[in-house]
């Protein structure tokens, strides 16, 4: 008698893995698709626990430990941080943790050095959560690069919410953005950093408000981009073929469904899924 042999999924043929604290870094892994149409995708949203903006360090680093141990026994290639608190607290304990199985990127690295390259801009302005920009880890990040660069940080804790609630590209969105982009931290900037996974949603209205004067940077964008140059480094780049996606939440409710529309480009269904055990 013989036995049928599991199958072996090749490394390049393993999927990517992303993680949030929420929904909000769907706009990642939407990126991630357009960039890579190719890639199979595994995005874990803890939902049970956020906003990580209010949680301590510890916790954070926690949770992040548990999600990217579920990201390698689901077999991913890659693991993508993608909430910005987590990245900042977290993401050399995540590192330390895989120890070099799989490439880990978080998204402030590749938004620091997109805006440092050539040290084009003089002065950097950066929105977040409370949580971000407390950290202060753009400046940081950015002065180890360029000490003469100015950096302009601002929390904007009303953007996340609002956008959670389907509220952008309307009057409402349009009030509350320019409430904030009227600070005065923000007069006289040459960018300005969308340090938010939701914040993609909201940028077309962003340059509106500057009118196109201002370089406004899309961490997705930018962050899908350096997922290509790592997967392409390190000979992990899928061939052509159709891509399989699973989403997980670490807490259901049909609100977060419905509010999936907003962060991903195609229909999907998330499944609860318990790691915490």
């Not at 013989?2 to 072996?8: C, G, H, L, M, S």
């Not at 950093?193 to 949603?201: E, G, N, Q, S």
């Amino acid at each position: 008698m013989t036995t049928r042999k599991k199958q072996v999924l090749s490394p390049a043929t393993r999927p990517i893995g992303v993680f949030d604290s929420g929904i909000g870094g769907l706009t990642v892994a939407n990126a991630i698709q357009e960039v890579l149409p190719n890639e199979s995708l595994i995005y874990f949203g803890d939902t049970a626990h956020l906003p990580y903006g209010d949680k301590s360090p510890d916790s954070i680093k926690y949770y992040a430990i548990r999600i990217s141990q579920f990201l390698l026994k689901e077999n991913c290639k890659m693991i993508v941080i993608a909430c910005n608190t987590a990245s900042a607290l977290a993401y050399e304990t995540v590192k330390d943790f895989v120890g070099g199985a799989v490439p880990v990127i978080n998204v402030i690295d590749p938004v620091v050095e997109h805006v440092t390259h050539g040290n084009a801009h003089h002065k950097i302005g950066v929105i977040g959560t409370k949580g971000t920009i407390k950290s202060d880890i753009y400046a940081k990040k950015i002065h180890a690069k360029n000490k003469q660069t100015q950096v302009a940080s601002l929390a904007t804790p009303l953007l996340a919410p609002m956008i959670e609630e389907g509220f952008f590209n309307n009057k409402i969105s349009r009030t509350v953005i320019a409430s904030y982009l009227d600070s005065r931290k923000l007069s006289k900037i040459d960018s300005l950093i969308l340090a938010c996974t939701h914040y993609p949603l909201i940028k077309k209205e962003v340059e509106e408000y500057y009118k196109k004067g201002v370089d406004i940077v899309d961490s997705a964008g930018v962050v899908a981009e350096a997922v290509k140059t790592i997967l392409k480094k390190e000979k992990l780049l899928s061939p052509k073929r159709k891509p399989i996606h699973h989403f997980y939440v670490s807490d259901f409710t049909k609100s977060f469904e419905e509010s999936t529309r907003f962060f991903f480009k195609n229909k999907i269904h998330l499944e609860k899924k318990e790691i915490w055990m």
